[in-house]
Each structure stands twice: as structure tokens, then as C-alpha cells.
């Protein structure tokens, strides 16, 4: 028989440079600098060495390989074709510890009803990949006969060896066991099309799972993708380079035991049923494992805190670059670390969380829309400098350390917050958009906005602030639009650099407009509020020392609209609420008739309005 030339992309110039995982850990990774990751070598197929065909009495062209009834035992380094259907059989790698096997999957279709289709137990690396426009198929049985108290191989495919998996075909595979693709070193996936159905996880790695580029698409009951090492902190990390993923899974998404980094690719992820499953619900769990039905877990399988998060990290995430689509249960993105995101676009609906870290967050870049979220983005610390943010949320819309009123401890599924009085937001760039129907922007300690631009509605009910701060708000630059209830308004600090404007209003319908001009006539902002309002706080550095400005509701403006903000146009037909003078920090109006009773503002004065006059705030501070 003739030898083949089969040829497979080769990512030549792939390297990894990972620093130890702790919550500030730093990863340098660039899809131009990777040449190996953890010492394996990205290579193509070369020769085929030995031609195994499963059809009718399973022949051996070659050597390395032995055939003992339905089993086939590769026992040695070199590169294997195997093509033709085994059924109820095994494809098993048992080679020398510094030998690399190359298994060349060519139409071959494998099944065993009671244990691995492919079992790999020894070896340096094997690397798995699929012929050109070839389609495999690995499935296995639901129970496997195992010896007693032993509880591996638990996977369609199972290696304890490093495992690359590569090719221009498709790889079909049902773990309905347990796992789709288990490896108990590293798994790398180079390319190829990867199909998995699993009643447990769907790819799981135990030092490292690292997606360099292919078509892989997840249906599992428990976890999507996976790393488990806990021992050694350089390992049990995720790392994306690219390639089309998408999973539908019973609990997490992508869950990494350390690190979790994404650098490219477009990922969608459902988890646990999605969103409208939330886990804020009081019946939430029905995700769970006991509802799961059909999986064998493992020991080592059984997280002690299992969820339904759309991608988790115990130390850090990092997020450089790609599209996520995220539909969870649970929060849709979670660190017990650290979260850096830049230049991404991420739409996520969340049952809980949109993005959680129970350290430090920072957002730097790109296009963040969380339609649905009961929290919409929460830390301990958060710093947001550049991007576009869109926040729909049920309770805070930006939360630094819980919330004032421990909101998001008093509900199923909660994150373990503490309250930390050094809690700090801080926004120095950007565009941060929020719908909350609690506090808008709300911290335990202390917001610092320097620049960029906020926009906050809601909420609607006088129980919540569009703006909540324990210690202080100081505000030097950018631009500030926050409108909301007025029964617990609480401005900007007075020690604030840049001046601030805020006026609280009889009830107003959403949609309705806010114009606020200076006494030449020039516009200073127009707002149409999405949702009902009483109150309304303008910072920007164009409101100037001892000026004065009018208040406008109503009318219309012939402009273009960017979040409810208008810009060159003209605005006629409103009616003229006051007018204030700015002679500090912090400025305020109080329409004729509303009531300025139970407004928390201990760092500004209301002037309510009396004998039918129409009144001028004098901005002084208490």
C-alpha cells in the first residue's frame, strides 16, 4: 500500500508565557509569539507509518500495533491510519513514556459499550487528528465495567498522557458515561471540527485546556470546558487563541481552576438552562446534578460548589480580544480573583450576576451590552477607563462590595460579599450606560470619575439612589447624567473639582425631556430618561463657576439621540422649572411642588419652593 503525505494546519509560531496565578497575575500572551505550549510542539502529520482498517477482521498494515479480538493496542511511537467502523471494541494507546503517537482518524467510526472507545495510557503526547473532509464518530456506553473502586477512564476519549487534537475533518463524540474528552495532562486543541455530547463534562484538561483555533461545539450536562489542577498554580488554566465555540451546558460554561484566558475567538455559552432559569429564583437548582439524570460522576468529577456560570476562574480572567455571547443561570462571568477585559464584545443576559470578581475588576475596552442581570457588574474594587458599557439590571447597576443594604446577600444563589468601607469605583474613561431598577452607581466606600461619560436611569422606587456611596463621590472631569427617584438621592461630594447641578422634580413620565441651558441660550445637555423620574444630576466641565442655568422639562428637541443624550439639534416648547446659580460644587433646584422630604443629601441643600415662585438654587452646602 502506498504511503500517504496527509498535511494539517501548523500554528508554527504559538507560544504561551504564563506568570504564577495569583489575583494580580500577569499573562503575555499574543497568538504571533506561541511556538509550544508547555514543551508540546505544534506540528503537522507527516508519512503514515501503519494503516489500521476496523472494516469486517481488523488488519494491521505496519508495525506498532496488535489486535487482540476487538481491541487494537498501540504499543509504540509513530503515525497510524485508522479508517473502517469497530463496534463495541477499544483503540487503545499504551506506548513508551517518551514515545509520540500520531492517530490519524480517516472515516473511522468507534464504539464500546463499557468502557473508552479510546483509551490512552501511556505515552509523551498523542496527537489525535481527523483526515480532510473525513467524519469520525467515538461514542461509548452508559455504564462502564470497571474494577472495583477504580473510576477511570471516564471519557469517550481518555488520555493520561498530553493530548493534541488537530485535523481538517469532523470528530463527533458522546460520552454518555461520563465526560466527552477527558485528559489527565494537557489538552490542546489545534483545529478541526469537535462535536461533544456528554452526561458529565464536555472537554475537561487537568493542568490545562488550550483552544488554539477549530469549530467546537459543547452539549453537557455538567461543565462545558474544564481544568482541574489544583496542586500546582502554573497549571489548571484555560486559554483561548481563537476558533468558533459554542456550549450549551447543565453548569459552568468554561471553568478554570486557576487562570482562564481569552485572547480571540467567537464564543456563545448557555448554562443551566439560561437566564430565564435564574439563579436568583427560590426554586433555582433544577440545573443541578440530582436533575441531571443519566451521568456516572466520578470522585474526581464532583466540584464541592458546583453553578451554572458562563465562564469562571478561581484566580484570574482575562479577556483581550473575541466575541462572547453568554446566556446563564448564574453569574456570566466570574473570577474569586481578579477581571481585566479590553477589546471585546460581550453581550451577556445574566440570571444573576452579569460580571462578578470578588477582588478587582477592570474594564479598559470594547462593547459590553448586559441586557439582563440582577446585579450588572460587581466588585470589590472596579475600575472602568475606556469602552462602551450597557447595563440592564434588576437590583444595582454598578456595585462595589454588595451594596449598602447587602441587597445581593438576601437571595438564592448569592455571592459571599462582605461590606468594605475601602470599596472604591473608579471611572476614568468610557461610556457607562445603566438601567437599574436599584442603585445605579453604588459603593461602600469611596467613587472617583475623572472622565468619560455616565449615564444612569432609574430607579424608580424611593428606596434606591441612582447614585449610592458610603464615604465620598469626588468628581474631576467627564460628564454625569444620572436620573432617578428622589426619596433617597445622595449628589456627588462637595469636595468634588468639577461642578455638579442637580434638581429634583415633581414625578415625571419617561421620555419626557430635561434641558438645561446657561443664561446665553447655549445648551448644556438634553435628556430623555428611559424611565420615569424625580430627580436629575448634571456634572460636566462645562457648567462654569458664577454662572447661571435654566431647567427646562418637556418639549422636544429635533436632534439625534445616543442613550437618551441629544446633540446638534435645537430644543423648543418646555416648560422652565428654575433656574441655579453655581457658586460651589454642588448646585440644586427643587421644582415648584416637589418634595425635597427624606432626601439623603448631607452634602447639599434643597431649596423647595414656596408661594407659587419659581425657585433659584444658591448652591450652599451644609
Not at 488550550?210 to 452539549?219: H, S
Not at 428637541?557 to 441629544?566: L, R
Request: proline fraction near 2%; glycine fraction near 12%; charged fraction near 20%.
Amino acid at each position: 500500500m502506498n504511503k500517504k503525505l496527509i498535511s494539517f494546519l501548523s500554528l508554527c509560531s504559538l507560544t504561551v508565557t504564563l506568570t504564577a496565578c495569583s489575583s494580580n497575575s500577569s499573562v503575555n500572551n499574543t497568538s504571533e509569539d506561541l511556538t509550544s505550549i508547555n514543551g508540546i510542539e505544534l506540528e503537522t502529520i507527516g508519512e503514515i507509518d501503519t494503516y489500521i482498517d476496523l472494516n469486517d477482521n481488523i488488519s494491521v498494515d505496519g508495525e506498532g500495533a496488535s489486535v487482540d479480538k476487538n481491541i487494537i493496542t498501540i504499543n509504540s511511537s509513530g503515525t497510524y491510519s485508522i479508517s473502517g467502523t469497530l463496534s463495541d471494541g477499544q483503540l487503545i494507546v499504551d506506548a513508551g513514556d517518551k514515545d509520540d503517537v500520531y492517530i490519524v482518524l480517516d472515516n473511522a467510526n468507534i464504539t464500546c459499550s463499557d468502557n473508552s472507545p479510546i483509551n490512552i495510557v501511556n505515552g509523551d503526547k498523542v496527537i489525535l487528528s481527523t483526515a480532510k473532509d473525513s467524519e469520525n464518530n467515538i461514542s461509548d456506553g452508559e455504564e462502564y465495567n470497571l474494577e472495583e473502586n477504580i473510576d477511570e477512564p471516564n471519557a469517550a476519549i481518555f488520555s493520561k498522557s498530553d493530548l493534541v487534537i488537530m485535523g481538517e475533518g469532523s470528530l463527533n463524540i458522546k460520552g454518555n458515561y461520563n465526560n466527552g474528552i477527558t485528559s489527565k495532562d494537557d489538552l490542546i486543541i489545534q483545529s478541526g471540527d469537535i462535536f461533544v455530547e456528554a452526561a458529565n463534562h464536555g472537554i475537561k484538561g487537568k493542568d490545562c485546556v488550550v483552544i488554539l483555533d477549530g469549530n467546537i461545539k459543547v452539549t453537557s450536562d455538567g461543565d462545558g470546558i474544564k481544568s482541574t489542577n489544583t496542586e500546582d498554580s502554573d497549571r489548571g488554566y484555560v486559554q483561548i487563541e481563537g476558533g468558533s465555540i459554542d456550549i450549551t451546558s447543565g453548569e459552568d460554561g468554561i471553568q478554570a481552576e486557576t487562570n482562564l484566558i481569552i485572547n480571540e475567538g467567537d464564543i456563545k455559552i448557555s448554562t443551566g438552562g439560561g437566564s430565564e432559569n435564574a439563579s436568583t429564583k427560590e426554586d433555582w437548582g433544577n440545573w443541578g446534578p440530582a436533575n441531571r439524570g443519566g451521568q456516572n460522576t466520578t470522585t474526581s468529577d464532583i466540584d464541592e460548589e458546583e453553578s451554572a456560570k458562563g465562564i469562571k476562574a478561581s484566580s484570574s480572567i482575562e479577556i483581550n480580544g473575541g466575541k462572547l455571547d453568554i446566556d446563564s443561570s448564574d453569574d456570566s462571568i466570574h473570577s474569586n480573583g481578579a477581571i481585566k477585559i479590553k477589546n471585546t464584545d460581550i453581550d451577556i443576559k445574566s440570571g444573576d450576576d452579569g460580571i462578578h470578581s470578588d477582588a478587582t475588576l477592570e474594564i479598559s475596552g470594547g462593547d459590553i451590552e448586559i441586557s439582563k442581570s440582577y446585579e450588572g457588574i460587581e466588585s470589590q474594587e472596579i475600575t472602568l477607563s475606556g469602552g462602551n458599557i450597557n447595563i440592564t439590571a434588576s437590583d444595582d447597576g454598578v456595585n462595589v462590595s454588595g451594596g449598602n443594604d447587602n441587597s445581593s446577600q438576601n437571595r438564592p444563589g448569592a455571592n459571599p460579599f462582605e461590606s468594605d468601607q475601602d470599596a472604591k469605583l473608579t471611572i476614568s474613561g468610557g461610556t457607562i450606560v445603566v438601567d437599574a431598577s436599584g442603585d445605579g452607581l453604588d459603593s461602600n466606600g469611596t467613587i472617583e470619575m475623572t472622565d468619560g461619560l455616565v449615564v444612569v436611569n432609574g430607579p424608580t422606587n424611593s428606596g434606591n439612589g441612582s447614585l449610592d456611596y458610603g464615604s465620598s463621590f469626588n468628581i474631576s472631569g467627564g460628564t454625569l447624567i444620572a436620573a432617578g427617584s428622589s426619596g433617597m438621592l445622595q449628589n456627588p461630594s462637595d469636595t468634588s473639582e468639577q461642578n455638579v447641578i442637580s434638581t429634583v422634580l415633581t414625578s415625571q413620565s419617561k421620555n419626557t425631556l430635561v434641558h438645561i441651558e446657561d443664561q446665553d441660550g447655549n445648551e448644556l445637555i438634553t435628556f430623555s430618561p428611559s424611565k420615569e423620574y424625580s430627580s436629575i444630576i448634571v456634572s460636566s466641565p462645562n457648567i462654569k463657576d458664577n454662572s447661571t442655568y435654566k431647567v427646562y422639562i418637556g418639549g422636544k428637541y429635533n436632534g439625534e439621540s445616543e442613550n437618551g443624550v441629544y446633540s446638534e439639534g435645537t430644543y423648543s416648547g418646555g416648560e422652565e422649572v428654575g433656574s441655579v446659580e453655581i457658586s460651589s460644587s454642588i448646585n440644586q433646584l427643587v421644582q415648584e411642588g416637589a418634595s425635597s422630604s427624606g432626601n439623603m443629601n448631607p452634602r447639599g441643600d434643597m431649596k423647595p419652593g414656596s408661594n407659587g415662585e419659581k425657585q433659584r438654587g444658591m448652591g450652599k452646602n451644609f
